[in-house]
């Protein structure tokens, strides 16, 4: 290579360099230029970043300053918390993952009662192991280890279910535990033991028990309602449904009674569930009854307890069973003491008929200590027999009562007379004070009226010695005019009863059973069936008495006021102005007094005929008892007339006998007799008789007294015609109920006795007929009595009802008959004892002078 070309390699070389150089100095420029910028920025940077670090450390330090303030107030909340559940008396407990104890309060660990094991860190199967192993928990007769295992799968299901653990302390502690989402276990133990408590009485108890709340579901039951409602049992879990638990049953068929009207049965026992009332009886499928009591309970739910009243069930209806055979027995009782009675009082009229009759004819001593009994037997079979029968038909509640217009001054007076005989031959006097101002007729039953004076007033005279009987009575206005509260008592002077006694003689068969008693005949049923009879008519009974002192039997009724009949007549006492009452019995002293009284006249009273002789000569009517001490009732008239005393002499006595101005009354200047107890209108009647105003008027010839008798029976017609042979009556008989009409047609008697079953016509028909015949020619009506051995309520009421009056059941007794005639006597008839024997043999008497005779007017 040449030189040149070397010189301009060079050449061109270092140009190159030269220009590279240029370039690099360019760029090395364009660098410096950038950098200084880029210095310039950075520095800009550098300042701001300055400027927002020094800010941000001015806001670190407040955000750390915050931060501190906040973890403070955690700390505080935390331990707020923690005193919290320190306080809580319930167990709680804190366990993290992997079944290690975080923490526990206080509650917890005392359960542990200071086991150092159990603390932070401890796992829980270790706890558990501990506790049975401590002792801690009573695990009764299990296996420990099953125990433990049984304790530890349930703390790894999910949800954990509740547990109930028993203590050794017999505290029950329930143990409800949840994970939370980051695997931790909140434990929380409560202590449940009062609870528990509850429960198991509740489990104890022998009903079944339940509760709903108010939305109907049930809340809790115990195994005894599970029990009973076992088909339903299934269905009975906490929160179900009343009603569905009810459907359940029925589809189980658990309520027989729901069975083919399911539907209609479930509203109705939802109705009573939702509003209970009462209680309700239950059958169930098993058959066993039970009682529902349902309560709401304040905060709208609702208690139930369910008794199991079977046996109560099967006790009623076993009751109820007898109870229906004890009715058809007592009907079938009724029927055949009705049907037996009217049996045997047939032959026994033949019996006691004939053997009244016997005594009458001539008998040795022996015979008529035969016939005596036979007939006494009879009479007191027979008033057993009535007895029995009314109490079996108040029992049967067969009674029943017949009001209708009676005169109870004369209904008395009926009982009194027919009790005069026994009264008579203990020389009782039995009296009547019947208040003046009461007025006498009254509507009600007048046959049991009658029945209930007849026991009381019968008892007085059975039970007394000696002395008075004393019938009073009184009323009460209850409305004026209308109503009167009519108190009647008797009194007696006998034998008197014990007051321990006295609540005992009401009761049935009951009477005062000491040896002085049992001298007296009688069943005892008779004050049982007077109480029985006037509670029934609305009054009330009660007695005073004292031993050995007599008895006071009362009783009150409330009558209405009838239209009275016959008003009393008003006697022509023009003449009369002073009389004279000679009597050594005050009580009949002081009746007398207040009668005559009452009509306006002074009176004297006197108790022996020897004072009053000295007052006679101002007297113008001279009333005397006829017993009395000293100088009886005649020797007073025969001394009065020697004195000169020609003035009416008037004479009280209890024996029918002395009646009539007869022998031994005209003898000794008596005007008129009159039988003790006098009623007021006989009295008054025989003051205007004897009154010299009107003694002028001739007195016409007193025809008999006309007793017609209607009987078909031959052998009972003799009977009747025997009974009345000794009385001053005119007695026709008719053969049956046409014959009957006929006669009281011809014959207008002043008393018929009506035999009711009769062929052809019978009496019920004859009396209809007569009744209307009446009618038509406004006659009063005449008194007809039935004769009949029915003795059946029915057939009372259906012969009161066909008009007659009063009822006589056979087998008749001649007191009866007699009786009866006696009350039913005109006054303007001719006494019915014309030829009066001497005193003590008196016809009318009954023959044996059985002092115990009951009177047997039973009226119906
Ligand atoms: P009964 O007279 O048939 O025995 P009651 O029922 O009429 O039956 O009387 C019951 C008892 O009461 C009588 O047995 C008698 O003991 C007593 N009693 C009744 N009334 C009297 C009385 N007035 N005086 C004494 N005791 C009487």
Known sequence: MDMPERLANERRKRLAAERLLDQKSRELFEANRRLAQHARTLSDEIIETRQTAEELRGQNSLVLSELAEVSQEADVAKQRLWDSLETVKDGFALFDAQDRLVIANRAYLSVFDGLEAVMPGVRYDEIVRLTVEEGIVDIGDRDPLGWIENMLTRWHEEPVPPRVIRLWSGDYIKLVDRRTPSGDMVCLSMNI?????????????????????????????????????????????????????????????????????????????????????????????????????????????????????????????????????????????????????????????????????????????????????????????????????????????????????????????????????????????????????????????????????????????????????????????????????????????????????????????????????????????????????????????????????????????????????????SPQTAEVRHVLVVDDQEVNRTILERQLSQLGLDVTCHVTAETALGDAASADLILTDHRMPGMDGYAFARALRRSGYAGPILMLTSNPSHLGRTGENAESGIDLVLQKPVLRRALYEAISTVTPAIAPKPVPPLRQMRVLAAEDNRTNRLVLQKMVSGLNVDMRFAADGNEAIAAFRDSRPDLIFMDISMPECDGKEATGAIRRIEAEEGDLPVPIVALTAHALQGDAEEILAAGLDACLTKPLRKSDILGTIEAHHPETCAPLHPDAPEAGTDPAAAPDGDAEAQPRLRAI
């Open 193 to 569: 033991t009062e609870m528990m408590r509850m429960w198991a009485a509740v489990e104890a108890i022998p009903d079944g028990f339940v509760l709903y709340d108010h939305d109907d579901r049930l809340v809790m039951c115990n195994d005894r309602y599970r029990d009973f409602y076992a088909e339903s049992a299934p269905a009975m879990q906490p929160g179900n449904r009343f009603e569905d638990i009810l459907r359940f049953g029925i589809e189980k068929g658990q309520y027989p009674e729901a069975q083919g009207r399911e539907e209609e049965w479930l509203s109705e026992r939802l109705n009573r569930h939702h509003s209970p009332e009462g209680m309700i009886e239950q059958r169930l499928a098993d058959g066993r009854w039970l009682r529902i009591l349902e309560e709401r309970t304040p905060d709208g739910g609702l208690v139930g307890l369910r008794v199991d009243i079977t046996e109560q069930k099967r006790q009623q209806e076993a009751l109820d069973r007898a109870r229906v055979a004890a009715e058809a027995a007592n009907r079938a009782k009724s029927a055949f003491l009705a049907n037996m009675s009217h049996e045997l009082r047939t032959p026994m009229n033949g019996v006691v008929g004939m053997a009244e009759l016997l005594c009458e004819t001539e008998l040795n001593e022996e015979q008529r200590l035969y016939s005596q009994t036979i007939k006494e037997s009879g009479e007191a079979l027979l008033s057993l027999l009535n007895d029995v029968l009314d109490y079996s038909k108040i029992e049967a509640d067969k009674l029943q009562l017949h009001p209708e217009p009676f005169d109870l001054e004369r209904t008395i007076y009926e009982i009194v007379m027919l009790l005069q005989a026994p009264a008579r031959d203990k020389q009782l006097d039995v009296l009547i004070d019947y208040d003046m101002f009461l007025p006498t007729w009254f509507t009600g039953d007048r046959g049991r009226v009658r029945q209930v004076l007849t026991n009381l007033i019968g008892n007085a005279v059975k039970f007394t010695a000696q002395g008075h009987v004393l019938v009073r009575v009184v009323g009460f206005e209850v409305e004026e005019g209308a109503v009167q509260q009519v108190h009647i008592t008797v009194e007696d002077t006998g034998i008197g009863i014990a007051e321990d006694m006295q609540e005992h003689i009401f009761g049935e068969f009951n009477q005062v059973e000491d040896q002085q008693n049992r001298k007296f005949e009688g069943t005892g049923l008779g004050l049982a069936i007077t109480k029985r009879l006037i509670e029934m008519m609305g009054g009330e009974i009660w007695l005073e008495s004292e031993k050995g002192e007599g008895a006071c039997f009362g009783f009150r009724l409330p009558l209405p006021v009838a239209e009275e009949r016959d008003a009393l007549p």
